[in-house]
């Protein structure tokens, strides 16, 4: 495996930063063109609002948005910040997995390409659950293929590694991970009545099994959770408080209709993205995590 001096980290580690930064503007241009109809291969970049097409000095990652005061320059309309923040967890996504494999002794191998294909694929996944509460089937299919072309380049092509055990490893923890998970979920839904999580989501942590086999699933999956967890109390935090304030304004204006019932216990959940930065913290920390778990018998 290359080697890379410590001196060397801090350089590497920007260059992912950067690299990752214009991946994650490019995933979010992708995930927002799909929501409006339009093709990512075609046309250039935007302004939302007035349509403007936009110059190379608009269309720098973090910086244009940042100098323009987060709004286009053109209408003077606001530009949401999930431009700069997507790009700023694509940045530090890519800087993590590159600094941990580094540490690892995986420099800048095609492991590390495959994790950052990954890396890419699962923020598309999420932006787009964001959008739309769907994963697409074409996200699962890419992670599959991307682990697929990994297996048989590092394998066969340039002996990294053994292919038929990182395969075999990789097939029980994708099953042993998803078809218990599929089990649980299917009898939820029905003693629930209801959906209790999308057939999206499974698909997704049976990609998860793939990459990082079923020990570190352990972790990935309680990790998942605890994001999902906390999103959806944030996220009912904040739309009751819409609600407590949409009912005050029509308390001020002498509103005497019935108000709008807030129900928030059967609100779905946006998991798509708690099992996507699950997968990335498994990336930087899993092996450690695995090891420690191993060490305890």
Not at 104 to 119: D, K, P
Not at 124 to 137: E, H, K, M, N
Not at 207 to 227: D, E, K, P, Q, S
């Amino acid at each position: 495996m290359p080697y890379v001096l410590p001196q060397f980290l801090v350089p590497a580690a920007l260059l992912a930063f950067v690299l990752g930064a214009c991946v994650g503007s490019f995933v979010n241009c992708a995930a927002l063109r799909r929501e409006t109809g339009e093709s990512v291969l075609t046309g250039r970049s935007h302004c939302p609002h007035c349509g403007q097409t936009l110059g190379a000095l608009e269309l720098i990652p973090l910086l244009s948005w940042l100098l323009q005061g987060g709004k286009c320059t053109h209408c003077g309309a606001g530009l949401s910040a999930r431009y700069p923040l997507v790009e700023l967890v694509a940045g530090i996504s890519f800087a993590a997995i590159v600094v941990a494999d580094v540490l690892w002794g995986e420099a800048f191998s095609l492991h590390t390409l495959h994790w950052l294909i990954l890396a890419a694929i699962l923020l598309y996944a999420s932006l787009v659950d964001i959008d739309s509460r769907t994963i697409p089937d074409a996200c699962i299919l890419a992670a599959i293929a991307v682990r697929v072309a990994y297996i048989v380049l590092a394998g066969p092509v340039l002996g990294q590694i053994d292919a038929s055990a990182v395969a075999l490893e990789s097939l029980i923890g994708a099953f042993a991970i998803a078809l218990p998970l599929l089990a649980v979920v299917l009898i939820a839904d029905r003693v629930l009545g209801r959906d209790s999580m999308g057939g999206g989501d499974i698909k997704l942590f049976f990609v998860a099994g793939l990459y990082f086999g079923w020990r570190a699933c352990l972790f990935l999956i309680m990790i998942a959770c605890f994001i999902g967890i906390i999103s959806a109390l944030v996220k009912q935090q904040r739309e009751l408080k819409a609600h407590e304030e949409r009912a005050s304004i029509l308390e001020e204006v002498g509103f005497t209709g019935e108000a709008e019932e807030l129900n928030l216990r059967h609100a779905p959940i946006v998991f798509g993205p708690a099992i996507a930065a699950a997968c990335i913290i498994t990336m930087v920390v899993g092996r450690q995590l695995v090891m420690w778990y191993a060490g305890l018998f």
